[in-house]
């Protein structure tokens, strides 16, 4: 029985990572811009971080990032992959077996706020700081208009998924509201 938890975790880890990489490799085909990109990849890597814990979420992220690098054509920068690693790692260490909205209002947008650090360190690295700066004004501009959009999803593929999740012995905290 342990065996088959654990294939229903790594199976739901793997089409969480698909999720991630078609939205991302969709975006950045669609913005078309370098070194720059929307967070809705992260929606499944912060779910499955929740309901699968911060472990499978960081192996989410990991797995989401460097196949839709390699998907979208784009370099490997290797310290790009930390903003996701914050998306993957954050809200399962807060969220995991211990999930409210309450605390899904704060996790999003602290998650990003870090993820974007990440970010503007790995431009640090990889690029100039003209461009790093330029970049960080309009990622944290977006921050809060974004973690909206983020929050709400989350919280209510959450709600809508708790049944398939009973049923199949992953059960997340049932949500406060």
Do not use: C
Not at 31 to 56: D, K, M, R
């Amino acid at each position: 029985m342990k065996q088959n938890i654990y294939v229903q975790k790594m199976v739901l880890a793997a089409s969480l990572a698909a999720i991630s990489i078609i939205i991302d490799v969709f975006f950045k085909f669609v913005l078309n811009i370098q070194n720059f990109g929307l967070p809705f990849y992260a929606i499944p890597i912060i779910f499955g971080s929740i309901i699968l814990g911060p472990s499978y979420g960081v192996m989410i992220a990991l797995v989401g990032d460097v196949i839709g690098v390699v998907t979208a054509n784009q370099a490997f920068l290797p310290f790009f992959v930390l903003g996701p690693i914050m998306w993957g790692l954050i809200p399962g260490l807060i969220l995991h077996k211990k999930y409210t909205v309450h605390r899904l209002v704060w996790v999003v947008p602290l998650t990003y706020l870090l993820a974007s650090l990440s970010n503007t360190l790995a431009l640090m690295i990889h690029f100039d700081v003209q461009t790093t700066l330029s970049l960080l004004v309009i990622r944290m501009s977006l921050i809060p208009f974004n973690s909206v959009i983020i929050f709400f999803l989350v919280k209510d593929i959450h709600l809508k998924l708790i049944p398939f999740f009973e049923r199949f012995d992953l059960k997340p905290q049932k949500a406060s509201h």
